[in-house]
């Protein structure tokens, strides 16, 4: 006889499944409110969400009342056609961007070095620190964290070209990027003089120094087409949190 409505699993393992999923759901829940990245990141899809629907609705709202509800439609479909055509626009122009990986290494003299390598085919230009920030994302002050990192400036970085951008003391590296999770961003341009970011975070495994990297896209809309971006780099952001977390 089954007792779990037809289900092919044994009913205490499905109660206890049902019991793991309940938990994994409050967990999430309990994330939503207390870590700062997912509220940061939540509270922007939400004010995005509302938004879009304030405008969609008063759009329609003036068109019933107007008693132009097809060219209110039409003045939507526009402006979500006038979106495809930039972000097909933001593809090509990403295929032309220079890609770039980071690496840390411990020096014989006890200092951390973080090089950077361009790895595409395409150069990168004045690439420099743009800055480090903590844990919550605030900016660390220039003026304290220059006394610990010794950051360089390169005009080109060329295809295949690896060079050290920063030497940072084994006391400012391990407090401040590997125990508060801080991080270093590095600015560079692209061809077309469009500035992008690569987001270095820092951890330990075994006694190894690793750095994981993080492309910043810019939004590539301005509407309706930005709510996608917006849940993109959260996505993005919560795997590059999960790798750094098993390993």
Known sequence: MRLNGGSNMPFPEKFLHNKRDTRKFIYTIREIFTDPIIKFYVRKIILRIIIIGIIIGTLIFLGIYLN?????????????????????????????????????????????????????????????????YDEDGKRISWGFWHQEVKPSYFPCLKPKEKKVIAEISEEFYNEYLIKDNGFIEISYYNQFGEENILRCSFFIKEMISYAVVNIKKKLSGFFILTLIDDIEEFQDVQNLRKYIKEY
């Open 68 to 132: 132009k509800l097809f060219e209110a439609l039409l003045v939507l479909v526009a402006w979500l056609q006038f979106e495809l055509a930039y972000r097909q626009n933001k593809l090509y122009k990403a295929s032309q961007e220079p890609l770039l990986s980071a690496e840390v290494f411990h020096t014989p003299q006890g200092s951390y070095n973080l090089s950077i390598e361009n790895v595409g085919s395409i150069p990168a230009y004045s690439v420099n620190i743009k800055g480090i």
